[in-house]
């Protein structure tokens, strides 16, 4: 890669913006779209057009300057960086390009940075996170589903940007195409989520997502400035994170910094010709997260790893081309700044070249101090995974500047573990225990996400054979372990894949029922899930389970914040010693305590109590959270079959350090 830097050329003194003309075909695009005053963030314009390269760039009138110009492989751009004075006023300001003495102009706005911004809080321990497809989860207008091209958004304002056809079709039946859900659809049912306890939003990625097929789940994209017109626009987004914040509800926008899709626009005229990898013949990723940590790892596999592509259709973005890097920064931090977003969440975290990205996190952190960001390391190894994690201790000096990690080890221990009802000394809730057994690996436990499924996995209920027995333990689990927990949409009813479609991860992904006009059931509402039909006859069970233990859990500070002491009971077959697949665990603060008592078999469990005296001897006087009623836990307390017990009580005796 090369970049020649070129003197900041200033115009004619004389010159004055408004003696100039407005550009028409002279600039494609300008990114960032805008920015504000007050940033720590240095601004570097990307600027697209015919040969703008041939250009000088001034930005007379004063307030900002140009430091310097720096021209790519591709005549047709310039990365310009652009100094933005503290004091600068918020106003409308115009880049002037001369050559040869002609000059035109291309107005750029500067805001002024709403107050608090760079202090605002992100998303914690105390949350619990729900994560949404869009296209999936309801639809409130038909006439933004169709293909795409010029004209107006379906609100009948003018669209400020040129939106290529959008060639992917909306087909409820047909499982990897579009299904019509909206951003509108979302705000529409805003009081369900927050009623079910959620205090975040998850959504995957709304931005253009052009692709020809499959273009629905929004993670090959088109353009990183601008929401995929069938969700919504830049307006709407924002519209909906300030619904969702007078709801108590956090927005956490799901991002990729690892490849775009091959319909994006740079793809046909990239800046530079290291802008994304070349992958001439095409070379699959490996999928090796290990190569970084890896003493013994190959030069070759870990090109291949950086380097490879995801799939054909989503190139690899190459981070260590400075303005492919810098390009990711401003970008991050211009959506959390224009839609006052809480969080973020990075997709295939360790496919990236780590060292670029770690200087990314750290970009966006210098920012946001108190922003989290949360990475998809989707690594069943317990050392490989703490391995991103901010400040984690990694013998070869790496720090990812990555604030937390979803929990993978966890998921998988959960499922697992339920599923098993005959079990060896190392299976059923033990795989549980020995997963939180190794927390000693992990920098930070309150930066971990927990979770039993996302996107990108099956349908729990299909995992857990359609038990919602074992769905509630699930869920049990989910709300008390340690972390901040995630829930997949529709987990809380126990959804299943469609049967109706080849299995496939879009028949897991289905649509929501109610989000449809002239759906047959309605669970976004009370009424709709006690008539739903017998696709949907536990429906109101599941969810009213699942909303007493979230809603509970918002003001628990035992579990949001509090420590763990967990127990496992053995118990002897013969001369063979077994697990009983049971768990019992403890979340406590120094004022108050939770107990947890997972009976993951099919028979009741009697407790005896001399096995948790350690942390307070019984009997124990406390309320059990799913009933509300009191109960005292002492030797002999029965529990019945695949149930979960959960007691909150008040420490006033022992405590433990």
């Known amino acids: 890669m090369t970049a020649v830097a070129l003197a900041a050329c200033s115009a004619p003194k004389a010159l004055n913006p408004a003696d100039v003309e407005e550009a028409t075909t002279e600039i494609t695009r300008v ?143 047909d499982a990897v195409a579009r299904h019509g859900g909206d951003i509108q659809g979302m705000i529409d049912h805003l009081d369900y989520i927050a009623d079910l306890g959620a205090t975040a939003i998850w959504c995957t990625p709304l931005l253009l997502d052009n692709q020809p097929r499959e273009s629905y789940h929004g993670y090959a994209c088109a353009d990183y400035y601008h929401i995929d017109p069938r969700f919504g626009d830049n307006e709407h987004y924002k519209t909906f994170v300030n619904k969702a914040h007078e709801k108590g509800l956090k927005v956490i926008m799901d991002i990729v910094t690892n490849h775009c899709g091959t319909a994006h626009w740079w793809m046909e005229n990239p800046p530079f010709k290291d802008w994304y990898h070349v992958n001439e013949p095409y070379m699959q990723m490996n999928a090796l997260f290990s190569v970084y940590m890896d003493p013994h790892a190959s030069v070759r596999d870990r090109e291949r790893q950086e380097s490879g592509w995801f799939v054909p259709s989503m190139p690899d973005m190459n981070l260590d081309n400075p303005f492919v890097l810098k390009y990711f920064q401003q970008w991050a931090i211009w959506w959390i700044e224009y839609a006052g977003l809480d969080g973020l969440r990075v997709d295939t975290y360790p496919y990236n070249e ?136 529709g987990d809380e009813m126990m959804f299943l894949e469609r049967k109706d479609v080849p299995s496939h991860d879009g028949a897991k992904r289905i649509d929501f029922p109610g989000g449809w006009e002239g759906d047959a059931d309605n669970l976004f509402t009370a009424q709709g899930r006690a008539s739903a039909s017998e696709m949907y006859a536990t429906a109101a069970e599941m969810h009213d389970y699942t909303r007493t233990l979230f809603r509970w859990r ?58 948790y005296r350690e942390f307070v001897p019984g009997p124990v006087q406390g309320t059990d959270v799913l009933s509300g009623e009191p109960v005292t836990l002492q030797d002999g307390f029965s529990v019945l079959p695949k149930t979960a017990l959960i007691v909150e009580f008040s420490r006033n005796q022992q405590t433990i350090k």
Not at 61 to 85: Q, S, T
Not at 439 to 457: C, E, I, R, W
Not at 469 to 488: D, H, V
Request: hydrophobic letters at 35%; charged letters at 25%; proline letters at 6%.
């Open 31 to 173: 990114e960032p779209l805008s920015w504000w005053t007050g940033m720590k963030t240095d601004l570097q314009l990307m600027v697209q057009g015919p040969g703008i390269s041939s250009c000088e760039v001034s930005i007379p009138g004063g307030g900002l300057k140009v430091k310097e110009v720096h021209k790519a492989d591709n005549p047709d751009f310039l990365f310009v960086d652009v100094e933005v004075p503290a004091q600068a006023p918020a106003d409308t300001y115009y880049l002037v390009f001369t050559k040869e003495g002609k000059s035109f102009k291309y107005p750029y706005i500067i805001r002024e940075r709403e107050k608090g911004s760079a202090s605002r809080q992100s998303f914690t321990t105390a949350d619990l996170i729900y994560l949404i497809m869009p296209d999936r989860f309801a639809s409130a207008f038909n006439d933004n589903d169709e293909a795409w091209q010029g004209g107006e958004y379906f609100d009948g304002s003018a669209r400020p940007w040129a939106v290529p056809a959008t060639p992917d079709k909306v087909d409820r039946k």
């Open 354 to 489: 780590p060292e670029p990205m770690s200087a990314w996190c750290k970009a966006v952190t210098d920012e946001y101090p108190g922003m989290n960001i949360v990475g998809e390391c989707w690594d069943m190894n317990i050392p490989q995974v703490a391995y991103w994690q901010k400040d984690n201790p990694n013998r070869n000096g790496f720090n990812s500047n990555l604030p937390s990690i979803m929990d993978f080890p966890l998921q998988q221990a959960m499922l697992r573990a339920l599923n098993e009802d005959q079990v060896n000394w190392d299976e059923g809730m033990t795989r549980i225990y020995t997963v939180l057994a190794q927390d000693f690996a992990y920098q930070d436990l309150s930066h971990m996400m927990t979770f039993f499924a996302n996107h990108d996995h099956a349908r729990t209920g299909d995992v857990l054979q359609q038990d919602p027995a074992r769905m509630k333990l699930a869920i049990a689990l989910l709300a008390t372990l340690r972390g901040i927990p995630q829930l997949y949409y």
């Open 554 to 611: 918002k003001g628990c500070k035992a579990v949001q914040e509090g420590k763990t002491l967990h127990f496992l009971s053995r118990k002897n077959e013969g001369s063979v010693n077994i697990t009983d697949n049971t768990y019992a665990f403890f979340r406590y603060t120094d004022t108050d305590a939770v107990f947890v008592y997972i009976n993951n078999t099919a028979e009741p469990r009697t407790l005896d109590w001399n096995h």
